[in-house]
């Protein structure tokens, strides 16, 4: 599989760059897990599990919507289409991104991956006008990448509140798949009990900082783990038919 090519966007380079609406999820075919912001956890919470995991550091909390049970199995494409109404922020812009300006740096700049089967000349959204300003298409999405990051700032304070008033449990999920027990590692979720602990201080700051909201979207969305299990049920069988 070729690496991706990701380079710094250029209206010189890229003033022919056109992106294409063709399989606009398959960059994503084997990823069993998306990064959420907090503003989504009430609309990706009512269709998919929203847990979070330990980044690689081991110091931080992403929240992250569940879309398979093992690593690189994702339910929720099906013959290249997205099967829920929902579409999670960090998906929608690809090929475009955001990378470092230079290693360590604070500046993030617009990128896209040339490697992307929707990059061309012929068909799509224009990045550049003919006159090499900037298109409707790539305005939009430069400022929805904005928001994300701002959004995703955001996030991080949520969730290093949460921590600090340990909040965050490691849970293993135990799942029955066609008869089968199965665990699934490596999830964190809200300790509820230890939610209803909370001195009425401490829970009345949460409801001010306008988190509670989130916390009771991220409990009720684990209740969408069973149809993970049933659309993985249903893989298996069919597998076992074919």
Known sequence: MEQNKVVGLNKETHAKTKISTVRPFSHIGNEHMLPVVVHEFVVAGAEFPVVFVKDPSGERFQPVALLGLAAQQNLLIKDDKWDALYIPRVIRNYPLVLVQDAPGSD???VAIDETSERVNEAEGFALFNDDGSES????TRKQQMAEFVEYSQITHTFTEKLKSLDLIKEQVLTLTI????RNIN??????????NELSDEA???LR??????AIYAHLMSLQHTQQLVQKLAALEEAAKAS
Do not use: P
């Open 107 to 109: 500046r993030l700049i």
């Open 136 to 139: 409707e298409f790539l305005t």
């Open 178 to 181: 066609n008869g089968e027990k």
């Open 186 to 195: 490596g999830i964190h979720m809200v300790d509820d009990q230890k939610l």
């Open 203 to 205: 829970f009345l700051e």
């Open 208 to 213: 001010k900082q306008g988190y509670l909201t």
